[in-house]
């Protein structure tokens, strides 16, 4: 007797210790494993990840000074060698906290906010093929006593749409029309425009096996569920190969230390090992001089190693009744087909706190055709002019602690979470249709659990 009534309380507590412990596996609230920071604060972008150990903290905090140096024209005692052309002159400028940028409302600040160019080709697989005069990358600042290669202005059109419940919002598309003072702009030139994007938690993509990121794909979409994720495949000029990408907005550096070597040379104009050559050669602005590398090589390590050790803050809301309905959303209609909850990374980095770790960054790292209205018509090796990779999630709703702004997707268009959502389309048609349908708790609910991402 006495033991079936133990036995009755005990199922009791459990079915309502289930009810209560709900959806969630522990191990979800601490989406970059080990490497999790626990802290939630403004600085939470800026931690070094939680199980390194003394010596690779030290060389992270010696990556950190470079990231938020300040460059400045040669000759000087410090972090020398900005421009003569650039975009801005520290990586900090335009990742702040290492968060997103902020969209910018005018060409006078670009903040963030840098314009990739090119002309067609008759084989993008290759990469995209430079600009005469202007190169891959427009760059709209310079140093005193030469000329920038141009202008950006900014225009915005603004629709309105209805949710199924009679609900409207508007998407706010911006326009973007580039003018050169040192160039003619070819008619057929092609603009990506791209935002500055949160740097936390990359070493742990990095560290995903490529097969785990190739598995996912469906490029003729043999499921027929609409979604044909495909991989992009990039030239990486530290190894002089053709490699997987996964970094970019399309995925279109293979490594971070390449990332790292193009972003100091293109958007600040360091030359370096991998870019030995300044961003503005045979340019008019260019002295056409052969200088030593304008970083260092280990000065370059460093400051690669520092967006390969940053860690990601905790969960928020975490097994919170809406944040836990707004999980079931998700997986129902199906955010997840891209938006690939976890991993567990490979065993082969060679800096140790990055391997066998369980992971929730909610992406494939594939590339996807969103719609024409998110598309930028410029092709990145595989990417077409529609594509684009599947953003980490993780993180995102940290973005108004850390950096006072919500702004989304690949130029900051969108103004928060659900408008990012709402500018899906092409692949991701579906989703958008089903988030339309939802009731205003619903939305809420998932909005709620994305940005406890
Ligand atoms: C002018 C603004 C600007 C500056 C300066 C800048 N970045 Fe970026 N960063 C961007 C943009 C825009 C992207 C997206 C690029 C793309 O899609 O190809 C990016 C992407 C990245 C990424 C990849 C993130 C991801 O999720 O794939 C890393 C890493 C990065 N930057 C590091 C740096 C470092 C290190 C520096 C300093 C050497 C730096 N950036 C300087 C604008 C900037
Ligand atoms: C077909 C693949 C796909 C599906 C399905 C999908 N997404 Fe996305 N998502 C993307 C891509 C690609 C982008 C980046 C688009 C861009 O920047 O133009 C993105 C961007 C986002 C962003 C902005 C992230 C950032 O850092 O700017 C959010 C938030 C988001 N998705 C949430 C969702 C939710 C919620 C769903 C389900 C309703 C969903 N996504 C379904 C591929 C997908
Ligand atoms: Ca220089
Ligand atoms: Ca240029
Ligand atoms: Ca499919």
């Known amino acids: 007797m006495k033991k079936l009534f133990y036995i009755s309380i ?135 006593g030469t000329t920038a290669e141009g202008s950006v202005n900014i225009t915005f059109t603004e629709t309105t749409h209805y949710f199924a419940d009679g609900t409207t919002y508007t998407l706010r598309k911006p326009h973007y029309t580039l003018t050169s003072t040192t160039a003619t702009i070819p008619a057929n030139m092609m603009v990506s425009p791209r935002i500055a994007q949160q740097v936390i938690g990359l070493g742990l993509l990095e560290a995903i096996s490529e097969a785990d990121i190739t598995a996912q794909q469906d490029i003729s979409d043999f499921n027929g569920d609409g979604i044909s994720g495909k991989a992009n495949k990039v030239f990486n000029p530290v190894s002089g190969l053709f490699e997987l990408g996964r970094f970019g907005w399309k995925a279109n550096n293979a490594t971070l230390l390449e990332q790292t070597a193009g972003a100091i040379h293109q958007d600040i104009g360091i030359t370096n090992f991998v870019f030995p050559k300044e961003a503005a050669y045979g340019q008019i602005q260019d002295d056409g001089m052969d200088d030593e590398p304008e970083i260092d090589s280990i000065s370059l390590v460093k400051l690669a190693f520092y967006t390969q050790s940053l860690a990601v803050p905790k969960r928020r809301y975490f097994n919170d009744k809406d944040a836990d309905n707004g999980k079931e959303i998700f997986f129902r209609i199906g955010c997840n087909k891209c938006h690939t909850q976890k991993y567990i990374t490979g065993n082969t980095s060679p800096f140790a706190f990055l391997n066998n770790q369980t992971i929730y960054p909610y992406t494939d790292l594939l590339l996807h055709d969103m719609g024409s209205e998110l598309a930028d018509g410029r092709p990145d090796f595989l990417a077409n002019g529609n594509e684009w990779r599947t953003p980490p999630l993780w993180g995102i709703g940290l973005s108004e602690l850390v950096n006072g702004h919500t702004s989304l997707l690949h130029d900051g268009r969108a103004r928060n979470i659900l408008e990012a959502i709402m500018w899906h389309g092409g692949e991701a048609e579906n989703q958008k249709t089903e988030v339309a349908k939802l009731s205003k708790k619903e939305r809420d609910d998932l909005v709620k659990f994305v940005s406890s991402l």
């Open 10 to 144: 005990l199922t009791l507590c459990l079915s309502c210790g289930k009810d209560k412990q709900s959806i969630n596996e522990a191990s979800e609230e601490f989406p970059g494993g080990a490497t999790t920071y626990n802290n939630i604060f403004s600085g939470s972008f800026e931690q070094p990840s939680n199980n390194m150990n003394a010596a690779e903290v030290a060389l992270h905090l010696e990556g950190d000074a470079h990231f938020e140096a300040m460059f400045v024209g040669s000759p000087a005692v410090r972090n020398q060698g900005l421009g003569p052309i650039f975009n801005h002159a520290s990586c900090a400028l335009c990742h702040p906290k290492n968060g997103k940028s902020a969209q910018p409302f005018s060409g006078s600040d670009l903040k963030g906010l840098l314009f990739r160019v090119s002309i067609p080709s008759a084989d993008e697989s290759q990469g995209p093929t430079p600009v005469p005069g202007l190169g891959g990358q427009f760059q709209q600042r310079s140093l005193v």
